[in-house]
């Protein structure tokens, strides 16, 4: 149970971060631990909404749009269908070795200890027009961008070429 | 609590998370889907980071690219899998061995 003075001191934004911050947690545990391959890409989904939720938080509502819109809406729908049409096959998991939770300690340390260095001040929400964001794109990262729709064309063609190896046989 | 340790204490959570998925899941398709989960992770730190930037506007761009290369990668091992899985009936990353050349 949460103290009086502690919830009294807890602003709305906090209040709201926890909670998305709560359902990002779950929902990444459960993609992981859920034993449906179909719902573990469904609450891959559902993480995927609670960090667009998080970098609106952050003032970045482009980058929200976009991930819904993009992430959500093509590539984890896509997961979702795929396992949906994929019969599924049981797999024996190996129990979790001692390696493992080593490594995850280890890595959590490690980026602990990375942003650590970052330590500044509190995040401001950031408010960037679309017209800046579009003419940065198009000018100064023109090259970028070009780069990745041509690995996106090509990511598509690859991907229909490995899809159609069998029917070619 | 400086907010920005917040979403970096979230993203080292979710990291942490994915990486213990790719480490203990030997399933192609559950390393993929802890694969993104670390990738969710990442994008986070990015878009926390970008907030504090002088140019925030950069670090929106560099997302924007990321998220659509991220996507495609999702189509090629999605891809990968399925083809696997219909020339092994199998979805054990242990089976690649025999696939290497």
Same mark, same amino acid.
Request: net charge negative.
């Given at each position: 149970m949460i103290p009086l003075?502690?919830?009294?001191?807890?602003?709305a934004g906090t209040i709201v971060f926890v909670a998305l911050a709560a359902v990002a947690v779950v929902s990444a545990i459960l993609v992981v631990e859920h034993k449906s391959l179909v719902y573990s890409a469904l609450f891959l989904g559902i993480l995927g909404m609670a960090n667009?939720?998080?970098f609106t938080m952050l003032g970045f509502n482009f980058i929200a749009l976009f991930f819904v819109s993009v992430y959500i809406g093509a590539a984890v729908t896509f997961i979702i269908f795929s396992v949906s049409m994929f019969e599924e096959a049981p797999a024996v998991e190996r129990p979790v070795r001692i390696v493992t939770l080593v490594s995850v300690v280890v890595a959590g340390?490690?980026?602990?200890?990375v942003f650590a260095l970052y330590f500044t001040g509190g995040i401001q929400p950031s408010y960037i027009s679309y017209r800046d964001l579009a003419s940065l794109l198009?000018?100064?990262y023109w090259f970028a961008l070009l780069i990745a729709a041509l690995t996106l064309v090509?990511?598509?063609?690859?991907?229909?070429?490995?899809?159609?190896t069998e029917e070619a046989k | 609590m400086d907010t920005i340790v917040l979403f970096l204490s979230l993203s080292i959570v979710l990291f942490a998370i994915g990486l213990y998925g790719l480490i203990s899941k030997r399933t192609m398709l559950r390393m993929l889907l802890a694969a993104e989960i670390n990738f969710n992770a990442a994008i986070l730190a990015l878009v926390a980071f970008a907030s504090q930037s002088p140019s925030p506007a950069t670090g929106e761009v560099v997302a924007l690219l990321a998220t659509g290369i991220a996507a495609a990668d999702v189509g090629i091992?999605? $891809?990968i899998a399925i083809l696997m899985y219909r020339l092994k009936k199998r979805s054990d990353v242990y089976e690649l061995k025999? $696939?290497?050349g």
């Open positions: 003075e502690l919830a009294l001191t807890l602003d667009a939720a998080l340390v490690v980026l602990a200890g198009t000018e100064k090509t990511t598509l063609i690859e991907a229909i070429t490995i899809a159609r | 091992l999605v $891809s025999e $696939s290497r």
